[in-house]
C-alpha cells in the first residue's frame, strides 16, 4: 500500500471523511489541499464540530475503510462514548486496507497552530467482533508540545478490547516536528514496535490481532479562535501486510 498524496487521497485507498457513521457528512467531511509537498489537512475557521454531542472538537481526517452497523444501531468502528452513541449515516463496510499484522511508515509534518494535534493511529474495524477495538497509537503530537524539540505520546490503547491493557507514554523527540519526519510501526505475534526516523520508540508486549483500519488526522479542540486556516501535512504512506 503506497500514496504520495500527488494527486490528493486514492479513491480506492482512503475515505476523507472521521468516523462518518456518528456523524453526518457536512460535519465529517475531510477539508484538505494538496502540492507537490503531499495533503494538506485543514481546520478552516466556518468548519462545523464534528457531532453536536462532541462539541467543541473539529476533524479532517482520511482513512483506510469504514464500517457501520443500520441506521440507529449502536455497532460502527470506534464505538468512543457510551452515552447513546448511535449510527446517522449507515455505509457499506469498505475495508480498503485493514491488515491485522503489518507495518506502516507515515511521513508528516505537525502543526503549531493554536489548540491543534496531529496524529496517526491504526484502530480495530470491529466488522466481525465488537471487542476487536483496540488501538496503535503511532503518535499524537500537540501543537503546544512542539519547539526545538517535541514530546508526543505512543502506545497501545485497550477500548473496548478487555485483551488489551491501555499503555501510552510520552516520547521526546530531538526535533521540530513540524519538520517531515517519518513515524513506523510494526505489530503481529503480541508485539508492537512504534519508532520516529528509525529509532524504536516503544516496544509493547501486546498487539491486537485483527483487521485494524489506519487512521490520519488533524483535530483542533475548544472554541475557534486564532487564525485559519490551522493545517498540518500528512508528505507519503507506505503499508505492508502479513496477516
Not at 456518528?22 to 462545523?48: K, M, N
Not at 473496548?160 to 526535533?175: C, K, Y
Not at 519508532?195 to 488526522?217: I, K, N, S, T, W
Request: glycine residues 8%; proline residues 6%; negative net charge.
Amino acid at each position: 500500500m503506497e500514496d504520495d498524496f500527488t494527486d490528493g487521497p486514492r479513491p480506492d485507498l482512503w475515505i476523507a471523511h472521521y468516523l462518518p457513521h456518528w456523524t453526518t457528512p457536512d460535519r465529517s467531511a475531510a477539508r484538505y489541499d494538496t502540492s507537490a509537498e503531499g495533503l494538506r489537512l485543514r481546520i478552516d475557521a466556518e468548519q462545523p464540530d464534528w457531532r453536536p454531542e462532541d462539541r467543541l472538537l473539529r476533524v479532517s481526517n482520511i482513512q483506510t475503510g469504514n464500517y457501520s452497523g443500520d441506521l440507529g444501531s449502536r455497532r460502527g468502528t470506534h464505538r468512543h462514548r457510551e452515552d447513546g452513541l448511535v449510527v446517522r449515516t449507515p455505509g457499506p463496510t469498505r475495508l480498503l486496507w485493514a491488515p491485522s499484522a503489518g507495518r506502516v511508515d507515515v511521513r508528516v509534518s505537525a502543526t503549531r497552530d493554536q489548540d491543534c494535534m496531529l496524529a496517526a493511529w491504526l484502530v480495530g474495524t470491529e466488522h466481525a467482533d465488537d471487542r476487536a477495538s483496540g488501538e496503535i497509537c503511532m503518535c499524537e503530537i500537540d501543537a503546544a508540545a512542539v519547539d526545538e524539540t517535541t514530546v508526543a505520546r505512543s502506545g497501545v490503547k485497550a477500548h473496548g478490547d478487555a485483551r488489551l491493557t491501555t499503555d501510552m507514554a510520552q516520547v521526546e523527540l530531538p526535533f521540530d516536528a513540524t519538520h517531515p519526519h517519518t513515524w513506523t510501526a510494526i505489530w503481529g505475534q503480541g508485539e508492537t514496535i512504534i519508532g520516529c526516523e528509525g529509532v524504536v520508540l516503544r516496544h509493547l508486549r501486546q498487539a491486537p490481532d485483527y483487521p485494524l483500519f489506519l487512521m490520519l488526522d488533524l483535530f483542533e479542540v475548544g472554541s475557534p479562535r486564532g487564525e485559519y486556516p490551522k493545517t498540518a501535512t500528512i508528505h507519503s504512506v507506505r503499508g505492508w501486510h502479513s496477516d
